[in-house]
Structures are given as C-alpha cells and as structure tokens.
C-alpha cells in the first residue's frame, strides 16, 4: 500500500512538473528541438537496426517522447498519464498518424503482441512495480528484439543508500545503481551490450542499458 501511494503521488507530480516545463516555451519550437534530441540519442546506440518498417513500442512515452521521430515504423505509444498528456498544448496524438496511443502503465503492458524494439526511456524508475515492469517489457520482446531503457543511475554508494531509506527524489520511486539496472535485464533473459554513458553528473549517470532478447 505504501509503495502505491508513493507511486500515485510521483504520478501527481509528474504531471504537474510537465504541465509548469511546457507552459512558457513555444510549442513548434519545442516539438522541433525534441526532435533533434531524439534523432541525436538514437546515434549512440550500436546495434540498433534501421528503424523502418518495424513494430516498436515506447513505453512511458510522455507528451513527446522518441515515438515523435520513428514515422516509419508501426509504433505504440503506453504512458499512464496519457489522459492528461490530452490536455496539454504541446502534444496532439493526430501530428502522429503513426502511432497508436493508449493510457496505460508498463505493467499493464498487454504481451500478445511482440514487438522488433522497444524503447523504454526515463521512464523505468517512475512505475510501480519495476520487477514487473521489466518483466513486462522483456516479454513483449520478439526473438532477437531489442529492450533500450534510459535511466538515472546513482554513482555514490553512500547517497544511493540514503535515497534508498529515506527517497530524496519523490518523482523517481526507485532508486538504483548501474550493476542493479542491468541485473534487471538479466533477471529477463536479455543478453546485455555494454551500457553507454550519457551524461555524468554529482548524484546520478544517465546510462543507456539494453540488450537483445
């Protein structure tokens, strides 16, 4: 109960937080600069495939998430803030023919359908469950598909302690390592690639983890 309430208020704010980032900045201007950003990160990712004519999902998408940017595949689109992602200037599901949107967490991920990659993008410390989370994610995977997942990795042990014990962070449920994220995608049967470095900073490293199923 208490880690549902947790989850529930860093929804909350979650929302309020995009709702007080987006309100001043100009909407073509973002959606442009949001964009290139994507376009950028997919570059540092070796053994992604060409992303063409492919099922991919991205999974805690946000109101302008790499979905944006992956015109032709066949995309799906989870956020369980999709609702309130409706009222917000800066997304409108019809510039996206493309993609199908659904208001809905990870971990209610229907499995049925297999997916060729599946991008999961600072979004996996925000679920609920992030055991069924993953496990959620690895099994929409097809054979030989690929699981990307972006996160804030804590880099001193002491504050990854106290973080963990008493969250300095309530819009980030959960409060991990490098070694712990990756051991995520092991526990589910991803082979995992080297993790890539993309930012460094005082408490955290945003890390790319993945691996093929």
């Not at 991205?58 to 803030?81: K, R």
């Amino acid at each position: 109960m208490a880690d549902n309430l947790k989850w529930k208020l860093a929804q909350t704010l979650e929302i309020r937080w995009w709702k007080n980032y987006l309100k001043d900045k100009d909407v073509a201007t973002y959606i442009e600069w949001k964009k290139d950003y994507w376009k950028d990160f997919l570059k540092n990712i070796p053994h992604l495939p060409k992303l063409e004519n492919l099922n991919i999902l991205d999974a805690g998408c946000g109101p302008a998430g790499i979905f944006t940017v992956l015109e032709n595949n066949q995309v799906d689109a989870i956020d369980p803030l999709m609702d309130k992602y409706q009222n917000l200037e800066h997304f409108n599901a019809a510039w996206y023919p493309f993609v199908t949107f659904k208001n809905q967490s990870i971990e209610q991920l229907d499995i049925q359908k297999k997916y060729d990659v599946i991008f999961c993008l600072n979004a996996i410390n925000h679920v609920e469950n992030i055991d069924l989370a993953y496990q959620k994610l690895a099994n929409a995977l097809k054979e030989n598909g690929l699981l990307i997942v972006s996160t804030d990795a804590h880099r001193n042990k002491l504050l990854h302690k106290i973080f963990k014990l008493l969250p300095g962070d309530v819009l980030h449920p959960h409060q991990y390592n490098l070694k712990e994220y990756e051991q995520f995608l092991e526990n589910n049967h991803i082979s995992v690639f080297p993790s890539v470095l993309i930012k460094k900073d005082f408490i955290f490293d945003y890390y790319l983890t993945y691996g093929k199923k």
